[in-house]
């Protein structure tokens, strides 16, 4: 086992071990076993109209000429799952892989529609996060107007990076060849090696760029991340807790951020509940609730998660090896 697994476990387990000394685990299991099976059905529904949003986006966003919208779903599912097993945020890096195992699509381009995705999903959360804190400002105890002003300059260095970033790593390319070239470098087999991986993902984000999906990328983002808030208020109504929608919003939000911050554990096991509970807290739930719906609404996602995805590569299995009458 590698050091750096090693790493991403204890990690993991020393954030999951502090949570769970904040609540009994009787609480954990009763909460999970009074679910309201309504409520999980509605939230998993919408999360598989979740996925089926960000499979369109991809179709949007990469030339998926021939690629059928099915192996794009299995595809974003599988991803997906990856995103809560692997460590170290490896899961992101299972979306090119899968898109250059199953349909064929370049690595590069894979690892450009990925970079674009996130970009469109880091804009999306953020302006959520900036419309539900306006009635949050007393707890939070943070000038409004900064914080407004410190995502829009952030927000706008990225999409302007976005924009230009074929020439930003082609240009990075030639420097790197140049300072290979006076240092010696050049002699080392890497050395041109990571030079055509950077032009190949330039070349990736030049044709996103030049097919300009703008909006059919946005819309489809949006729409992925009503289903999604929706899925995780679904899921709450079902654990019995009833909180208004502008508490619920930011609850949850303050999860998915803390989700996505780059720590090296396995998958987003931990990270995503101590987001979900300090948003829960600021607005008011109990310490044991806050921490207990945390790991409820994380454990029935992975299921859901899991069972998607294993009805998808039966699909793709049954696909690949037709029946004998099939062919």
Known sequence: MSKKLILSFLITAGILFVLLLQISLKDLYALLKTVDLFWVALGSSAYLLAVLFRALRFKW???????????????????????????????????PYLLNKISGINVAQGLASLVVSRVYDFFIVLMVLVSVSV??????????????FL???????????????????????????RMSDRTGWGKAKYIPWIQE????VAEG??????????????????????????TLYAYMKSFGIDLPLMKMLFGSTIGVIANALPISGIGNWGTLEAGWAAGFLIV?????????????????????????SFFCWLTLRKQKNPSPAAR
């Open 197 to 200: 991986k950077m032009n190949e």
């Open 135 to 148: 009635g949050f400002q007393g707890l939070i105890k943070v000038n409004l107007l900064l914080v407004i």
């Open 205 to 230: 984000f030049s044709a996103i760029k030049t097919r300009r999906t703008y909006f059919p990328v946005s819309l489809t983002s949006l729409a992925s991340w009503v289903m999604i808030f929706w």
């Open 284 to 308: 008011g739930l109990s310490k044991e609730k806050a921490i207990a719906t945390g790991f409820g609404v994380h454990i029935i996602i992975f299921i859901v998660c899991a069972i998607l």
């Open 61 to 95: 966003l990469i030339d998926s000429t021939g690629i059928p919208l099915s192996d794009l779903f299995r595809i974003t599912a599988f991803y997906h799952t990856s995103l809560m097993i692997l460590p170290s945020k490896l899961g992101e890096f299972s979306l």
């Open 151 to 177: 995502i829009i300059f952030l927000i706008g260095f990225i999409v302007l990076g976005l924009l230009y970033m074929s020439s930003l790593l082609k240009y990075f390319s030639n420097v790197l060849g």
